[in-house]
């Protein structure tokens, strides 16, 4: 063989080990079990009972912290729990704590129970508030940091960003993720691998932004379970408040499994201007479902359901709100269904209408 030839071989071979060693934790072919899923819940305040709506108590935090050590679920950060669904790591049940926007009462009243269970968590935060008034300061977070805490970008302004208009929202939206890459980098010494979208609110060209900075994976705030089907810019969490606190709602959600949606028309969470009682289509698979027991929720409304079984033994949902939900800023339209070893599989969808307060 000539030597031109001999390196083009050398040099095809170098490509793909690299290759490998990037997707794979082990050497040799990686296998990806189809079975694994990633439980995500996500949290504000912590013991600061002035704002009910995004807080929980110290009690219901550490029961859930709790319940997760004693029934065996291995807690991750949202970067390694992605790792683990793209890896030949073995088959769990992995959990992940996910924290928004950085207050101090995570720092003082959180960060202590998740050492006293030795769990990891992920920190988003907005870097414009940070030492301002109940945000974290740098220092806080650099220590948060340097204990195991996962820091991910949650943009600098926290803004309202489809209040902006089309001509200046991805422009100014990629500038303010950014910005915070470059401050979280210069400040701890290690930019952030995941992203969560401000109020969990984005387009389809936001999600595109966010793909082409190279973030791992991205958060949202509607619910439901991440497995390998998951589009990885649209991760779902479990939202953890005093209203859903309590350990039977919680542990109802940890041990949920994803209902594996094949298609959803439309695929943008954006409401269409005039529109006031919205169709979402949803295909996925009869096999070990039990489709009759099927349950719609949509807040703000009564859910109409249309289901239509399929000769590929699938079903197409189709559904609709009963009464209008335009004058919500956020609709979540939620689908359970119980499987046939007696677990609940969810899926939700989130609207938004920019146009509502």
């Not at 729990?81 to 959990?95: E, G």
């Not at 805490?149 to 929202?169: D, W």
């Amino acid at each position: 063989m000539e030597k031109p030839v001999l390196l083009a071989v050398f040099i095809l071979l170098l490509g793909c080990t690299t290759k490998v060693e990037n997707h794979a934790e082990a050497s040799g072919p990686t296998t990806i079990d189809s079975r694994k899923e990633v439980v995500c819940f996500i949290y504000h305040r912590f013991g600061d009972s002035r704002y009910p709506s995004t807080n929980i108590s110290l009690a219901d935090f550490e029961a859930h912290l709790r319940y997760l050590k004693t029934n065996d679920f291995t807690a991750l950060t949202f970067s390694a729990a992605i790792d683990y669904l793209r890896s030949n790591q073995t088959l769990t049940k992995v959990a992940v704590i996910s924290i928004d926007d950085g207050f101090q009462s995570f720092y003082k009243n959180a960060i202590p129970l998740l050492k006293k269970y030795d769990f990891p968590a992920t920190l988003f935060i907005n870097t414009e508030t940070v030492g301002i008034g109940d945000y974290m300061g740098w220092k806080e977070i650099k220590e948060a940091h340097d204990q195991g805490i996962e820091i991910g970008n949650h943009t600098h302004s926290h803004a309202y960003f489809l209040n902006h208009p089309e001509t200046e929202r991805y422009e100014a939206f990629e500038a303010d993720v950014k910005q915070t890459q470059e401050l979280i980098e210069d400040n701890i010494g290690q930019a952030p691998e995941t992203f969560a979208y401000p109020y969990g609110e984005l387009d389809l060209k936001m999600k595109a932004i966010i793909k082409s900075l190279g973030f791992k994976a991205a958060a949202e705030q509607n619910s439901g379970v991440i497995y390998n089907g998951t589009d990885l810019m649209q991760c779902p969490r479990f939202p953890m408040s005093e209203s859903y606190a309590a350990l039977d709602r919680f542990s109802m959600k940890a041990e949920t499994k994803a209902l594996r949606v094949n298609s959803k028309t439309p695929e943008s969470f954006v409401l269409p201007e005039g529109e006031n009682t919205p169709v979402l289509k949803l295909n996925f698979a009869l096999v070990g479902l039990r489709v009759e027991q099927l349950q719609c929720f949509i807040q703000g409304s009564a859910c109409r359901i249309n289901q239509a079984l399929n000769e590929d033994s699938t079903v197409t949902l189709t559904l609709t709100p009963k009464s209008p939900i335009s004058t919500r800023r956020r609709t979540l339209y939620t689908v359970t269904v119980p499987s046939d070893e007696g677990r609940w599989r969810w899926f939700s969808h989130l609207w938004i209408n920019p146009n509502a307060d």
